[in-house]
């Protein structure tokens, strides 16, 4: 078989068939051209809170599984500080003096590196999109934050360029990867409380808040792509992030702020409403309605929603009800009890908005009898996965899917920002998801992919030759 029609065959026949047929033919991005081993070498765009404090860390304990080769990201400083960090601690791990991990301020230099595998993008959320696109097209494997897409337009572009390149993809969706949430999603699933009615998700709000003055841009910061495909604007700190690397645990002020990020709905929401999909067994649909209200935020630079309170309808007459006044976490009810799971104590980062009340347990029930008892050997099993990143770094050697791909991350990603738009429009909105559409031409127009020069989906995937229907 020659390179050609190998290829051919690859991308004719679907990469895991061809995995079956012959268990001996390894692509060399899952190899790596110069790895020794079948370890995979990972690239990681965004250096921020999240890459730091989870994502760095979490490639960094599977030192036979993967090695962190390359970092990238628009601010010097930060790039400098992990380089350093990610260098330091392979020499501890690998009891060794000397590691060396390439850096870039452009990711599409990195994206050209035929020794970097995969990439974990860990960028603002504006950022998401774009920037795993063009790693599709590169034919990396993929890591992408979530929210999956800042609009649902580009969520549909992103899921589908995934599915053309056959690139592995896992959204950092983590609670998939917690058994509390897997075992209340599949006693859901297999009836343990009967015919499910309401759901009731909760997580807290954020606060007014950022310092408005404008400031002279960093020598260290490349603004204007980190503003991307947004607007251009006038650069102070607390739109963009801490200039000290010693508060990079912080959270960045762009996280509630409009239009880099959604504020709650598309932060915790996305973990939350990912969990009420799986629950529900509706990750390849959605709702069909959304009606609700909310409060924004009117003091300071910050601009995102403020107290929230949705009513999302599902199929079957399920009423999913989200508001900032809930308990941190989400509750199945039906005819038989509920089922209500959370984090309990956990936090993303010690930054994380706290809500008051008592401490919540991880998996708690109506009656202790309902979390009680094996299910049949004939129950609906879902994904099993007690560690993310590994996930993630297993489906690539696999070629199989991990616990959260691209169509479940756009899913459930899109339930979030379909709530947004209920807040931005004030209107009730019904929604289609074979067509991704709503009945509200406003709404509609907010499901468009934001362009600001070059930083464009459409003209990238253009200029690839892909079209893509939304």
Known sequence: MTPTTRRGFLQAGGLASAMTLMPNLIPARVLGQAAPSKRINVGVIGLGRIANSM????????????????????????????????????????????????????????????????????????????????????????????????TIHEGRMLAEVVRQKGVVLQVGSQQRSSKQFRTACELVRNGRVGRITRVEVGFGKDKDGGRKEEMPVPANLDYNTWLGPTPLAYYTEDRVHNQDT?????????????????????????????????????????????????????????????????????????????????????????????????????????????????????LDASDAKLLDGPLGADALRLHVSDDHVKDWLLAIGSRASAVTNAEIGHRSTSVCTLGHLCMKTGKTLKWDPQTERTDNAEANKLLACPERDAFSIPKVLKAAGITVKV
């Not at 599409?108 to 795993?132: E, K, S």
Request: charged share 25%; glycine share 12%; with cysteine.
């Open 246 to 362: 010693a508060k990079i645990g912080s959270r960045p002020g762009w996280i509630q702020m409009e239009p880099y990020g959604w504020g709650m709905i598309t932060n915790w929401g996305a973990h939350h409403m990912d969990i009420v999909q799986w629950g529900l067994g509706t990750e390849a649909g959605g709702p069909r309605e959304v009606s609700g209200t909310c409060g924004w935020m009117t003091q300071g630079l910050w601009n995102a929603h403020a107290e929230f309170d949705l009513l999302y309808k599902y199929p079957d007459g399920i009423d999913v009800s989200v508001c900032n006044k809930y308990p941190n976490g989400v509750r199945f009810i039906g005819d038989d009890g509920w089922i209500f799971v959370s984090r309990g104590a956990e936090k993303v980062t010690a930054s994380d908005p706290t809500m008051p009340g008592k401490q919540l347990k991880a």
């Open 55 to 150: 994502e760095i860390p979490g490639v960094l304990k599977h030192t036979d599984l993967a090695r962190i080769v390359a970092l990238c990201d628009v601010d010097s400083k930060r790039l400098a500080f992990a380089k350093g960090k990610v260098e330091a601690e392979y020499d501890k791990r690998l009891k060794s003096t000397g590691y060396a991990v390439k850096t870039f301020s452009r990711y599409q230099d990195l994206l050209r590196d035929g020794g970097v595998d995969a990439v974990m993008v860990c960028t603002p959320d504006h950022w998401h999109a774009l920037c795993a696109v063009e790693c599709a097209l590169a034919g990396k494997d993929i890591w992408v934050q979530k929210p999956f897409a800042q």
